[in-house]
């Protein structure tokens, strides 16, 4: 009887909520007084709640209550959002890209095609790239601040590829990974596929809170910590030089990895000293061309302390077996003749610019975020729904991330996340506008 009455309470609120009897943002009745409500126990009133939450109809946030969901946004999975429509503009993924790009690429596969190893690039490659590759890349690092042997360096199809081998090669499932409140949902995304356990860490207005950090290093066995130093995906800050060597401190004491993502690195002019340059023994630095270059480019690259290389490249070997050379050919002559500086410094500019943009059309509204980054977070206040913002906004055709994908504490803020890169700076500006009137109105009313 007891199953049954659950069901049906499920079964109720789920067609309410569909039908739209029960409107997004609605906050429900506590446990509580659904379960002096409807005679039933609170255990019970907990489970439907938390079966209502499994089916994306609900949200519980922490202190404030259990609340109807937009259903017509996508739930917040990172990868697992839904297609953009082909009507919106897209301000929830950057893929900027440059005039004259395609013509580079043209250009790129006709001195390929006229190399005289082109027959080698139809072979399998070495695992964790060719020597004359490692070393182009080492180059490139050097102009990063890293001075790196190219044996310590690993070629990954992208980045996001390379965080995959990194956890593979030095972590097992149930360790304990510190990561920022607020991280990248990529490695959300392959933390919850490998089984890690993932702490989240507060954040101030520069970097993660290092006092908690410590704390938690203190009193659980931290394996790793996974951060992103120079322009933090989403909030856009570069960790001080002090607070750098205080956290490479922490890790040494706590015997943790480091695992430094620095795929928007690119984007900030003379940053402190990345933690692989400072503590090389360590630290596992991780980046690649994709957002500096071209997304569809798939070339990442791992730097590794020696002694977990072999660990690195037998997860190559397991996952792609090598990147392909054709792309790695290219991505490396890009390298070498200096076309891969000449688009980040083009790069950098286009993102100061659009930054500098969205000040403007989102004066008077509290901006997080770097002048040269092609994101910027914007928090609502504390009785908004992003959700219901999101919603509106895809009404109108635009595109928007909330904090949900983001989030790794019990905690998620109401805030969204505006990607500057995909679209051109005349839809920019119109689409920003939209968006500040429907956040006035919406949120801020």
């Not at 992208?158 to 499932?173: D, V």
């Not at 570069?238 to 490479?248: E, G, K, N, Q, Y």
């Not at 990147?323 to 790695?328: D, E, G, H, M």
């Amino acid at each position: 009887m007891a199953a049954s009455r659950y069901k049906s309470l499920v079964d109720t609120f789920a067609s309410d909520i569909r039908t739209g009897r029960l409107a997004s943002g609605v906050r429900l009745p506590t446990h509580r007084a659904l379960a002096a409500r409807e005679g039933i126990a609170v255990v019970t009133a907990t489970r439907v709640y938390a079966e209502l939450e499994a089916m994306g109809l609900v949200s519980r946030e922490q202190g404030r209550g259990t609340f109807v969901r937009d259903i017509a946004v996508p739930a917040g999975h990172g990868i697992d959002q839904q297609v953009v429509a082909p009507d919106a503009v897209d301000l929830s993924f950057n893929y900027p890209s440059l005039p004259g790009q395609a013509d580079l690429l043209r250009q790129a596969l006709r001195e390929v095609a006229t190399s005289g190893d082109l027959e080698s690039l139809l072979r399998y490659q070495p695992h964790r790239g060719r020597p004359q590759d490692r070393a182009s890349i080492a180059r490139h690092l050097r102009r990063r601040g890293i001075t790196a042997d190219a044996d310590r360096i690993l070629i990954a199809n992208g980045a996001q590829h390379g965080l995959a081998i990194t956890i593979m090669a030095t972590l097992s499932a149930g360790d304990v990974v510190a990561v920022d409140a607020l991280t990248y949902p990529g490695f959300k995304v392959l933390a919850q596929a490998f089984h890690l356990d993932l702490e989240p860490v507060p954040t101030t207005a520069g970097g993660p809170d290092l006092d908690a950090l410590e704390q938690l290093c203190a009193t659980r066995p931290v394996r790793a910590i996974y951060t992103m130093p120079t322009l933090h995906n989403p909030l856009g800050w570069v960790m001080p030089a002090t607070d750098r060597t205080r956290l490479i401190r922490i890790a040494r004491q706590h015997g943790a990895l480091i695992i430094e993502d620095a795929s928007y690195a690119y984007l900030v002019e003379d940053p402190p000293p990345p933690l692989a340059a400072t503590a090389p023994d360590i630290t596992v630095y991780v980046s690649g061309l994709s957002k500096s270059i071209a997304t569809g480019l798939r070339v990442g690259f791992v730097l590794a302390p020696p002694p977990a290389v072999p660990s690195l490249e037998r997860a190559i070997r397991a996952t792609t077996w090598n990147t392909p050379a054709l792309t790695t050919a290219i991505a490396c002559r890009w390298l070498d003749d200096g076309t891969v500086n000449h688009l980040e410094a083009q790069k950098r500019h286009d993102a100061e610019t659009r930054q500098a943009l969205a000040r403007q059309e989102l004066a008077g509204l509290p901006l997080i975020g770097h002048p040269s980054s092609y994101f910027t977070w914007l928090p609502l206040p504390a009785d908004a729904r992003a959700d219901r913002l999101t919603a509106t906004l895809a009404r109108r055709h635009i595109s928007v991330t909330t904090a949900e994908p983001f989030t790794t504490s019990s905690h998620t803020p109401q805030a969204i996340r505006l990607a500057l890169g995909s679209t051109d700076l005349d839809s920019l500006r119109s689409t920003l506008r939209t968006v500040r009137r429907v956040a006035v109105e919406d949120a801020y009313a």
